[in-house]
């Protein structure tokens, strides 16, 4: 199974501080690429937690009795780590979005460049799919998403389109869907459709959510010098990250205590995203929009920015 190279795999697990006989988790294990690369740094007394919701990633899973896979969304980071007895870890790495492989597995919909149904599930146990939300979400919803989370800036019409064709035939496949954006297209073609596509990929796995949960649980159980490292892929992702880290909260508002003083969790590692090399990319197209952000959670007295 080809999930191709991991992105920013050196400056992702450097990051991490890793010590010999330390806690981790790789959130987002897929091929198991980063993990690989942790596991290479601890000691017979390191463990590593890998979570994946996926079950492909299953056949990916390394035979070393540092890891402990746990199938599940990273959503459910902290409840999964208390069932294997963990309350505090000294790092998390997450790389965000979908993997490679399943943007080049035809039948899971992912992608518009293969004709199948519309699914776009990365848990095939969900319920709700691709072809239901184009399906069966109203226009007020379909508008949400395409505004929120493809930043398509004709999202009404786009919605008005889908409601209008859907309600002749309903749009199951990917090329019946494509049929459908053809006339609404706005700017650079698959640009437009990367944009689609990826608010109904948000929308059908509650991406945005899912991550506000993990960021949050993830302070919550990181020990104080842990290290935070996420790989994003798109401005909302990476929103989230920075400004999490920045301030301790998604809005980025600063929070004063009693004092007066700004309360700040993290001690920033990078104040700017860390960008892969042009080597990368041409290596890895995939890395051309990833962005790094490490943080270090502070001591309870510790206040050094």
Do not use: C, W
């Amino acid at each position: 199974m080809e999930y191709h190279n991991p992105v920013l795999l050196k400056e992702s697990v450097e990051a991490l501080s890793i010590r010999p006989n330390g806690v981790y988790v790789d959130v987002t294990f897929g091929g198991g690429g980063h993990t690989a690369h942790i596991l290479e740094h601890l000691g017979p007394e390191g463990k590593l937690f890998a979570f994946d919701q996926d079950p492909d990633a299953r056949r990916n899973i390394i035979d070393d009795s540092k890891l402990t896979f746990i199938p599940s969304n990273f959503r459910h980071l902290k409840r999964q780590l208390r069932l294997h007895g963990i309350r505090k870890i000294d790092g998390i790495l997450a790389d965000l979005g979908v993997s490679s492989f399943q943007f080049d597995e035809a039948e899971r919909g992912f992608s518009f460049r293969f004709d199948a149904e519309l699914d776009m599930r990365m848990n095939q146990n969900a319920d709700l799919s691709a072809g239901k939300v184009i399906n069966q979400y109203e226009e007020a919803e379909l508008v949400r998403i395409f505004s929120e989370y493809g930043e398509i800036r004709n999202s009404k019409t786009l919605a008005k389109a889908i409601i209008a064709d859907r309600d002749i035939h309903a749009i199951e496949t990917t090329s019946r869907f494509l049929d459908t954006l053809g006339p609404v297209i706005r700017g650079k073609r698959n640009k437009y459709l990367a944009q689609v596509f990826q608010a109904i990929r948000i929308e059908v796995n509650d991406e945005m959510n899912a991550l506000k949960e993990m960021l949050s649980q993830g302070l919550e159980i990181l020990d104080e010098g842990g290290r935070f490292v996420v790989i994003s892929y798109h401005s909302l992702e990476d929103r989230l990250a920075k400004n999490f880290f920045r301030s301790g909260n998604f809005e980025g508002k600063q929070i004063k205590d009693f004092f007066g003083n700004i309360e700040r969790p993290f001690h920033l590692i990078t104040r700017k995203a860390i960008e892969a090399s042009q080597k990368e990319i041409e290596e890895n197209p995939r890395a051309r929009s990833a962005k790094l952000r490490v943080a270090e959670k502070k001591e309870k007295n510790g206040q050094k920015d």
